[in-house]
Nanobody, 127 residues
Framework: QVQLVESGGGLVQPGGSLRLSCAYSGFTFEHVAIGWFRQAPGKEREGVSCIRSSDGRTAYADSVKGRFTISRDNAKNTVYLQMNSLKPEDTAVYYC????????????????????WGKGTLVTVSS
């Protein structure tokens, strides 16, 4: 009964910023990692960033390092992706995804590592 709901997508100009939110619920096990993935037209789905809820450990794709920041607010059951200095090549549907386990999970930017997926939110970077 895990649910992931993304929000915050929209149209933004190059160089602008957006903050995506992923509200999560229904996890059974104590160890959870939640990440952001994106898929642009004609491209494979790729990992953007991931965070471990317990201690905040993070991972980033090289293409977004220094521009994007993932964070979590455990009290609000929400993970955020702050996206700055956006580029047209950042245009994609952004998905929130998660994996849980009884043992400590690894942060990852590999889509195949994730178990649960949200429905996505569209980010368009264009002038």
């Amino acid at each position: 009964q895990v649910q992931l709901v993304e929000s915050g997508g929209g149209l933004v100009q190059p160089g602008g910023s957006l903050r995506l939110s992923c509200a999560y619920s229904g996890f059974t096990f104590e160890h959870v990692a939640i990440g952001w993935f994106r898929q642009a037209p004609g491209k494979e789905r790729e990992g953007v960033s991931c965070i471990r809820s317990s201690d905040g450990r993070t991972a980033y794709a090289d293409s977004v390092k220094g521009r994007f920041t993932i964070s979590r607010d455990n009290a609000k059951n929400t993970v955020y992706l702050q996206m700055n200095s956006l580029k047209p090549e950042d245009t994609a549907v952004y998905y929130c995804a998660a994996v849980e386990a009884i043992v400590k999970v690894q942060v990852t930017t590999k889509p195949d590592d994730m178990e649960y997926w949200g429905k996505g939110t569209l980010v368009t970077v264009s002038s």
